[in-house]
């Protein structure tokens, strides 16, 4: 029986706790929050203990999920790491590249199984998505784009507007969207990008953001968010050599040259109603027990840091920025 340990107990620490329930060979041991009343609320509801600080917890535990602020995840894997706990840290895997690769760094070195909560690579559209682009259909890539913009001033005061754990949308939800592009079309040599903010009221709080970037196979890849558009787009998609594909509302949607029409590829397999978060956690313990790779792992976590603080600084100097 895997004993496993929770730091932070906000929202999605819920739904970890939630799906943890759910997975057979587990228990939640032990839970840990900055507030002592909310670890106890937390440890009452999944019977474990509340801790008062991170040395006893990870004494308890053999992996932990780190759903802190990412401005503090830094303060939870590096101990975990050196206690030989393994790690599925919620994402972003930090805000800076020198936390990044910290963290990096000790996790190799311990050789810990060590995931990011990169659930877009376990959700049900992306996966067939990402099938289609494995199979050769559609060619080699040379153009990958994605689109997601919508209304979230954030509708509640919250860690992500606190000015001080804030660290922005390129940093903080966008890590999404570039493990995402990097998961179907490969790592980044440079990146050009802009930011702005419909908050002047939050230093720092980047919430509109546009790049370009170049990608290691000699293709390109586009971005266009924002938390401040009334109304609500998403979309990914990709032009290969022999066709296009378009993923959107839950839909894959795709053309060939020699095809006549387009082919509808609707996520309906049994195994299709398992929701990301869900096939994230029990490919996690899987993993445990087995001793395979992680859906995403730290180094893809790392890649995201990277980029998105290339994006930030992209936009502070006005040029583009090389991650080579």
Known sequence: MLRIGIVGTGAIAETHAGNLARVEGVRIAG????????????????????????????AAVDAVYICTPPRFHREAALPAARAGVHVFCEKPLAVTVEDA????????SAGITFAVGFNFRTSPPFMRFKELVDSGELGDVYSFWGVRVLWLPHLAPNWRTDPRFLCGMTVESMSHDFDF????????????????????????????????????????ASFHSSWASHLSVTQYGLIGTQGTAVCERGVVRWKREDKPSDT?????????????????????????????????????????????QAILESSRQNRAISLD
Request: charged share 25%.
């Open 264 to 308: 509808i590829i609707e996520c309906n397999r049994p195994e299709d109603q398992i929701p990301s978060h869900q096939r994230e956690t029990e490919r996690f313990i899987e993993c445990l027990y087995t001793g395979q790779q992680p859906v995403a792992d730290v180094r893809d976590g790392l890649a995201t840091v990277r980029i998105s």
């Open 31 to 58: 839970v840990l929050d900055a507030v002592p009343e909310r670890a106890a609320a937390m440890a009452g509801r999944c019977g474990a203990t509340a801790y008062r600080s991170l040395e006893e917890l990870l």
């Open 181 to 220: 592009m990097r998961w179907l079309v490969g790592d980044v040599t440079s990146v050009m990008g802009k930011v702005a903010t419909s908050r002047p009221d939050l230093d720092g709080y980047d919430n509109i953001m546009s790049a370009v970037m170049t990608l290691k196979s000699g293709g390109m």
């Open 101 to 108: 690769e910290a963290i990096a760094a000790a996790v190799e």
